[in-house]
């Protein structure tokens, strides 16, 4: 919609000097006419959101908004605080960066953006309408005209930095995805600390339109090897370098051995990094120039594959041994199966042809899981490490970084039932409009999925990545918008139980098809819908349970586990000690934890895990051992001297505090109505511990103590409420 003057009102209240920058689409109308409105609106709707960006990131312009003021236009006001024209050219080439990909994808070309500015004074709600649509007006006319780098301070300044040599180099590591050691260094160009030309798009755009492209490449090349300091062994340094300077004649391969020598670098630490953000003219030169680096040792790696001049073309002219993925192949790649599809095929494609790829613009966990999971080769994003100088190490996160296939192949012998994860979904039925869902989508952020539903009982899964891929396509909207949501469903999501274990569901969601192994999981409690859990949540936890696994505990109550007793008990025995094993188990449990839920339940194995804490801090000698077995199992090891007074506190204690864990009424009735194992509903009396204990005097197997505690602990439970049963035979082990 056009700004007219009247509409002043929506402009900041600047009392300082400021200046209007206005940002042009020069070919608009031949852009229309050759690729239509559809192409055209694309390109002017991300013109205003790289604009809206680039403002945004400055605190000091925060009430600042773009407007349009014309066909394919776009105006804000900012303070000035430089020249008018410099201020204006910053705007122009951070546009251009931002249009960049659709232009290349769209037309194969670039994009010039027309630049105009002119000064306003005073309260710029105060303005006179006819003053302000005069100031329009110039600026207009004067993004008609053709950029003169010699009428911007900009170019001096950017003169001044290049004889000067001040550009410093950052170094950002990437990751072997397979060994997990760092495989090399990107060796990244800044400018001076507050300035413009910190931007290294700005630096580098700058040098193209003022001619000096291969001067300023040459310093930063010079200072990228001079700084990197020791490289560990097999460790490479990427430095960009762009076709056109290859191809310059005054390039000298010579030169940057030397410096290499100078640093004690050899050709097989350097991989020359194929920046393609122009076409090349001189195919000759610059083919016969890289030919003669390629002879000497050093490796190549083509730049941001997948956007721009970087094709499958120029992946087969150059066969290089590395080839960078765009960052926007990466970008959501865990949500977008056609991206993970993409590069997929990608990474098989480089396997074929002896390549490697490495995934630029990593900056989650969740897309370093998704890209090991599918092949790729490595990773460079700030999810490992930012630039810095010196060189950087990397995250902790991204050092214990695991795929979902190293996660789910590991066994886990205690694991959480999904039920512990699931969030409450957004449900639907299925004549509900696809209109609809895709505006419930756009107002909740933190929703991925909605599940169709038929009288709370899930028929199928939308997921805001499938169903905008499918709005996208080229009928999208006309087809499916005022469509029912059956239309555009997955009708055979994976719907699993409350209880299924952690480990079981992600084996299931890693068997889908490709396009399917990142939707959610729908959780359902006797069939009818009870949540939903995203597949990282799902690895998140898995991941979680590991570390307390390899530590020997268990996640739910930090007590240790199976590999504890048998350290003990072989210990004991071995030292030829009398000891006794306590069995602890809860009755009635599994009818308590249908009927209160997963997390109450874990509340009351928490609660006789304290309990047992406790009595065996009070009672038990120093040296006894308390153990988590899995579920609602405990088994202590102590002196038979303690066995007495611990069992008489814990059944008292967990009687008298188990009570807590009901509502008042099944509380004051003592009783429960529930299903049992049977599926028959009847009453059943409020959780009890059994304890079942055994004695031990000599060698004997665990197979024996196994079977001996298996039966004490099943006549415990055959007692009502909480009961002590004490084997009564001769010890295991003992002679009699």
């Not at 303005?127 to 003169?148: S, T």
């Not at 930095?161 to 800044?190: C, S």
């Not at 001189?282 to 390629?294: G, I, K, V």
């Not at 998704?370 to 995250?395: E, M, N």
Request: aromatic share 8%.
């Amino acid at each position: 919609m056009e700004l007219l003057p009247s509409q002043k009102k929506h402009l900041a209240p600047m009392e300082a000097e400021c200046v209007l920058i206005l940002i042009s689409i020069r070919d608009f109308h031949t852009l229309k006419e050759m690729y239509g409105q559809g192409f055209i609106d694309q390109v002017v709707h991300e013109l205003q959101a790289t604009l809206d960006e680039s403002i945004g990131n400055d605190p000091a312009l925060l009430d600042t908004e773009v407007f349009v003021t014309g066909p394919g236009e776009a105006a804000f006001v900012v303070p000035r605080n430089a020249s008018p024209a410099d201020i204006a050219y910053e705007y122009k080439i951070k546009g251009q960066e931002g249009l960049k990909q659709t232009m290349y994808r769209q037309t194969g070309l670039g994009i010039d953006l027309g630049m105009g500015y002119a000064t306003l004074s005073g309260n710029l709600r105060e303005l006179d309408d006819a003053y302000f649509g005069k100031c329009v007006g110039k600026a207009r006319r004067m993004a008609r005209i053709p950029l003169d780098m010699k009428r911007l301070s900009i170019a001096d300044r950017f003169n001044a930095i290049l004889n000067n040599n001040r550009v410093t180099t950052h170094y950002q590591p990437i990751l072997d995805f397979k060994t997990g050691r760092i495989l090399g260094w990107e060796a990244l160009t800044r400018g001076p600390r507050d300035s413009s030309f910190r931007s290294p798009i700005i630096l580098f755009e700058t040098a193209e339109q003022l001619g000096r492209l291969f001067a300023l490449e040459k310093i930063c090349r010079e200072s990228a090897i001079r700084n990197a300091g020791e490289l560990q062994e097999n460790e490479k340094l990427f430095v960009n370098i762009s076709p056109k300077a290859m191809a310059d004649p005054e390039f000298s391969p010579g030169n940057t051995l030397k410096l290499m020598e100078s640093a004690g670098l050899t050709p097989d630490n350097i991989v020359f990094e194929i920046t393609e953000q122009h076409s090349v003219q001189e195919f000759d030169l610059f083919y016969r120039t890289l030919a003669h680096y390629r002879s000497q040792g050093f490796k190549i790696a083509v730049d941001d594959a997948g956007s721009g001049y970087a094709g499958l073309s120029t992946i087969a002219e150059l066969q290089p041994e590395y080839i960078k993925l765009d960052k926007s192949l990466i970008n959501g790649i865990h949500k977008d199966p056609v991206k993970r599809a993409l590069v997929e095929t990608t990474t098989t494609f480089a396997d074929k042809i002896g390549s490697r790829i490495i995934a630029e613009g990593v900056e989650s966990k969740a897309q370093a899981i998704c890209l090991k999971d599918i092949g790729v080769h490595c990773g460079q994003g700030y999810f490992f490490a930012r630039p810095a100088r010196p060189k950087p190490g990397l995250t902790k996160e991204s050092q214990e970084l695991q795929s979902v296939t190293d996660i789910t192949n590991k066994a886990i012998s205690c694991s959480l039932p999904i039920g512990d994860l699931a969030k409450p979904p957004h449900s639907i039925p299925p004549e509900h409009k696809v209109s609809s869902a895709q505006a419930f989508f756009k107002k909740n952020n933190r929703f991925s999925s909605i599940i169709v539903t038929e009288e709370d009982i899930p028929c199928g899964l939308v997921m805001e990545y499938h169903l905008n891929r499918q709005l996208s396509s080229q009928y999208g909207i006309a087809l499916y918008f005022k469509r029912p949501v059956a239309d555009v469903m997955d009708s055979t999501p994976l719907i699993v139980d409350i209880e299924t274990p952690v480990e079981q569901a992600a084996r299931l969601a890693m068997k889908r098809e490709p396009l399917k192994a990142y939707d959610d999981i729908i959780i359902t409690r006797k069939g009818y819908l009870y949540g939903v859990v995203s597949v990282q949540d799902l690895l998140n936890a898995m991941a979680k349970i590991q570390v307390e696994m390899a530590k020997g505990t268990n996640p739910l109550t930090g007590l240790p586990g199976n590999v504890a007793i048998e350290k003990d008990v072989e210990s004991r025995m071995g030292q030829k000690r009398c000891f006794s094993i306590i069995y602890a188990d809860l009755d009635y449990f599994k009818v308590y934890n249908d009927t209160y839920g997963f997390k109450n339940g874990d509340g009351i194995i928490k609660l006789a895990a304290d309990i047992l804490s406790w009595a065996t801090k009070k009672y038990a000698p120093q040296d006894a051992q308390l153990c988590h077995i899995g579920g609602d199992d405990f088994v202590l090891i102590t002196s038979p001297e303690s066995v007495q007074r611990i069992t008489r506190a814990v059944t008292r204690c967990f009687g008298r505090l188990v009570k807590n864990c009901y509502c008042v009424e099944d509380r004051e009735r003592g009783w429960i109505k529930a299903k049992g194992r049977d599926g028959m509903e009847r009453n059943h009396p409020l959780v009890s511990i059994s304890l079942g204990v055994i004695s031990i005097c000599g060698q004997c197997s665990l197979m024996e103590i196994g079977e001996r505690a298996a039966h004490i602990k099943k006549y415990a439970k055959s007692k009502p409420g909480n009961s002590v049963a004490i084997d009564r035979r001769p010890p295991l082990g003992s002679q009699c």
